[in-house]
């Protein structure tokens, strides 16, 4: 996540001493910034890709995405939601049950509806815990409002009502009070498969469209 514009963000970690970046845009599952992958890609790779690798994660579902980005310098890609129903993952039935029947747009970010109650993003599948999630902090702004919470409480209430939350999902099954984190990718996962058969559609796909682009 970046809190700072990316590519001066970018300039200072190579300024650092990192030895290489990952560049993830908001399409992705899990905690996310504000900017989309495809923008990213264009503020970062033409000016830091010749300084360091640079993998590029969001929203990545075929190896025609993956040629795009490294024609564009990147180093490599970084995928997640691809992989969440392969047949090695450990996540519960009922999790991967849920991402075979999502498409894209139930995929959503989480929203902060009070500027006092900061939240970060997470884009996860929507589900009970979600729409408890708003409840919540309208709940919370209201006591703050009549002032019979403190504001570091009323914070740390919100930044708690995720706590444990992934757990629930991924290892307990509790799809609708956990935290389903998803990218927007997940229309792409149609089948439970091995990594094995995942990497090699990408690595298939990706090779005809260099290949088609080269003849
Ligand atoms: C279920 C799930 C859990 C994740 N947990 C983490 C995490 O704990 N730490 C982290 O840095 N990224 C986490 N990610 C983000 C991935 O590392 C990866 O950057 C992201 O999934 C790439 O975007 P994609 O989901 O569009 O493929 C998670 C992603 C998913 C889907």
Redesign the pocket.
Known sequence: ICFAPALSLAKKLIRSGVDALVV?GM????HIGPVSTSVLAQEILPEVADKVPVFV????GRGEAIAAYLDMGAAGV?????F?CATESIAHPNFKKAFLRASARDAVASVQIDPRLPVIPVRALKNAGADLFTAKQREVAQALDEGTIAMAEAQLQIEHYWAGA?RRAVIEGDVEHGSL???Q?VGMVTKEEPVADIIASLMEEAAAALAQRAA
């Open positions: 993830e399409e992705a599952g899990g994660a969001g929203g990545i970084q995928l997640g939601t691809r969440a992934l984190m998803a990218g990718s």
